[in-house]
């Protein structure tokens, strides 16, 4: 979906992250948000990074073969943490001299304190994005 969101939004309107129908890991109180562009590989641009950052990058063990997962536990991160409305997964490389290739892949997560439009996003070199997502806004009155 597309959104709309003034430089402090702190909730969006849209579909759920993941299926309404049971799943291992649901993200229920999220909503995706993807670049207009057909990027294969984005990031979020500094500034607003700057101007919104509210904890991060923080990284989980859990590679790409579950990023369901990895959202999944992203999420209540957000939910746990004052003002987050908005986050940011990607897998990240962290030098591991234990490890057979030198690298350890696993997924970081960025938390902000606004909604992110597409006009957040940025291409970027090798990046591999697992999702970004927007609090959805509580209708329950």
């Known amino acids: 979906p597309v959104h709309s969101a003034s430089s402090s939004t702190k909730c969006t309107n849209g579909t ?7 799943t291992a890991w649901p993200i229920d109180y999220y909503t995706l948000v993807k670049p207009t562009e057909k990027w294969t590989s984005y990031s979020i641009k500094k500034d607003w ?6 904890d991060g990058p923080l990284h989980l063990d859990i590679g790409p073969g579950l990023d369901p997962y990895a959202a999944f536990k992203f999420q209540w991160i957000c939910n746990a943490a004052t003002n987050c409305s908005s986050f940011f997964v ?5 030098t591991d001299e234990s490890s057979d290739t030198g690298q350890r892949q696993g997924s970081d997560c960025y938390l902000f304190d606004s909604v992110m439009t597409s006009s957040v996003f940025e ?19």
């Not at 759920?16 to 049971?22: C, K, L, Q, S």
């Not at 990607?90 to 962290?94: D, L, P, S, V, Y």
């Not at 291409?123 to 009155?141: F, K, W």
């Open 16 to 22: 759920r992250a993941t299926d309404p129908e049971p």
């Open 49 to 54: 990074l700057n101007a919104h950052y509210v």
């Open 90 to 94: 990607w897998h990240g490389k962290e």
């Open 123 to 141: 291409p970027s070199d090798g990046t591999v994005v697992v999702g970004a997502y927007n609090r959805i806004c509580d209708d329950s009155g």
